[in-house]
């Protein structure tokens, strides 16, 4: 029996990720479905100005949480309603929660098209799939960081059942494949599901206190869902996520530290992203959260990137799988 042993790479999974596997996790996907039930909250400006964006540009919602950065900005803690406000948020919170859970569970357990043979062989041939594929198959354990709201032991287990040809079930685990790939994967979710969704902004002084209620940070019981200890491993993979400023908080505890110290006492980062301009935003961002500028942060910190679309496919599952065993 193999010996399983901790991997030196750290697994940072963001929107991207889920995307790349075909679910309808996006910010747009989920007001597509319930924007029409946001009219019994019409006396809450939030709502008001989420539907507006929506109706104006459907797409704009994948930036849900910038638009909800607008409005905490413009709040007015005296002639606004902070109580109409809590009651639509936490609906709002709860709702994208339950929907963004139930999205795994959907296609991976009980949704038929799963098992069609133009879906599967797409699937198959995703980057995210030949990730677990390449781990589930080598003796090592990975920890991933999740800022998903989808329930990752849903995929990780159907995924299992696919490799091993275990038999799946539409409504349960696969008890064989659980036990698999519990020996591969310790996970961590930042953002968490259900009524325990984590949804919101920064913490921004420039909000007023009467809406704390909207940062991510006051959402929290506790600070252990932050990402810690960084500098154990030898190279962190951040698959689809972009730095996105309302994930402020996280992204200066993921890098801070790496500016006080030498490039070569630093991990690796390595970014996979779909495309040239994703890239770029990405590297926006990382100056924003750093507050330095690019060439600074080059004395610092190693990163590289992966563009995962159609052409650069085949290069980039040979780069993952180099990086995966990097030790």
């Not at 781990?135 to 995924?159: A, P």
């Not at 698959?239 to 690796?268: C, Q, V």
Request: hydrophobic letters at 35%.
């Amino acid at each position: 029996m193999n010996i399983i042993k901790d991997s030196k790479v750290l697994i940072i999974l963001g929107n991207g990720h889920n995307l790349a596997l075909g679910l309808r996790t996006s910010y747009a996907d989920f007001g597509k479905l319930y924007i029409k039930q946001m009219i019994k909250f019409s006396e809450s400006k939030l709502c008001n100005d989420l539907v507006k964006s929506y109706y104006s540009a459907p797409q704009s919602w994948n930036n849900l949480e910038q638009k909800i950065k607008e409005f905490a900005l413009s709040f007015d803690p005296i002639n606004d309603n902070v109580q109409i406000e809590y009651i639509f948020f936490d609906w709002l919170r709860k709702k994208l929660g339950w929907y963004m859970d139930g999205e795994a569970k959907y296609w991976f357990l009980i949704n038929p098209t799963y098992d069609n043979k133009t879906y599967h062989d797409k699937l198959t041939n995703s980057l995210p799939y030949f990730m677990f594929q390449t781990i589930l198959n080598n003796d090592y354990r990975y920890d991933i960081l999740s800022f998903n709201y989808t329930w990752l032991e849903v995929l990780l287990n159907r995924i299992t059942c696919d490799i091993y040809n275990l038999p799946p079930s539409s409504t349960q685990y696969n008890y064989s494949a659980e036990n698999i790939y519990e020996s591969r994967f310790n996970i961590n979710y930042v953002h968490l599901s259900g009524n325990n969704c984590i949804l919101g902004i920064d913490d921004d002084k420039r909000v007023s206190d009467s809406i704390s209620f909207l940062k991510k940070a006051h959402q929290f019981n506790s600070s252990n869902n932050y990402p810690l200890n960084l500098h154990k491993y030898k190279s962190i993979l951040i698959y689809g996520h972009s730095l996105g400023e309302s994930d402020t908080d996280f992204m200066k505890l993921l890098f801070a530290d790496m500016m006080d110290k030498d490039i070569n006492n630093n991990p690796k980062l390595y970014f996979v992203t779909y495309d040239s301009a994703s890239k770029h935003t990405i590297l926006n961002n990382l100056t924003k959260h750093l507050r330095s500028d690019l060439s600074e942060i080059q004395r610092h910190i190693e990163y590289n990137f992966i563009i995962t679309n159609e052409i650069h496919l085949d290069d980039a599952k040979k780069k993952l799988s180099q990086i995966l065993f990097e030790y």
